[in-house]
Structures are given as structure tokens and as C-alpha cells.
């Protein structure tokens, strides 16, 4: 059996880099997956950055990976991604957290 490596261990962000944002309102986490969402963020970002993202309204919470990104030579920038992990509110809890913040 092969072992891990200590030294190949790297602190969380170190290799890929790892970010989060509070999406605008309205954004939907099928609208995160359209590659022209990413078009002005494509030049922070490379192969399996991961992004983690929030729906202002409590709706949503994802974390996301680029699978492929085109930020360098080209005018039109795009970051494609994979959803690694969602939660998505059922409308009860929409509601609720709605009201917390009233």
C-alpha cells in the first residue's frame, strides 16, 4: 500500500485557491454553472479553484470547482464548474430566514 506524503500536504488554498462570494439577487445556482457567469472572475481563477457561494436570501449554499477556464489569451473569458457539494432551502426554510432578518 502506498502512504501519503506529509510534505505533499499543502494548508487549504495553497495549491488551488479558494474563494467565496455572496451572489446578487436573482442569481440562481443554475445560472453559476453557465460558463458567461464567470466571464470578468475567469482571469483570478484556474483548474480546480474552489468558490464557494451564497444566495443573499438564504435560497442556496454551494461550493463549487473550475473544471476548465480560458483566461489567458482570449478576449472572451469563461470558467466552467462542477457543483461539489448544494444545499438548497425548501420554501419553509426561505421563509423563515427571511424573517429572522426582519
Known sequence: ????????????????GHFEMIVPPGVSLG???????????APKLQVNTAIRVVAPDGSFDAL????????RQSQHHWAEMRVLWSWIAEAADREAAQSERQ
Open 1 to 16: 500500500m502506498i502512504s501519503a506524503n506529509a510534505t505533499s500536504l499543502r494548508p487549504a488554498g495553497a495549491l488551488f
Open 31 to 41: 445560472d453559476l454553472l453557465e460558463r458567461a457567469y464567470w466571464q470578468n472572475a
Open 64 to 71: 463549487l470547482a473550475v473544471s476548465a477556464v480560458e483566461n
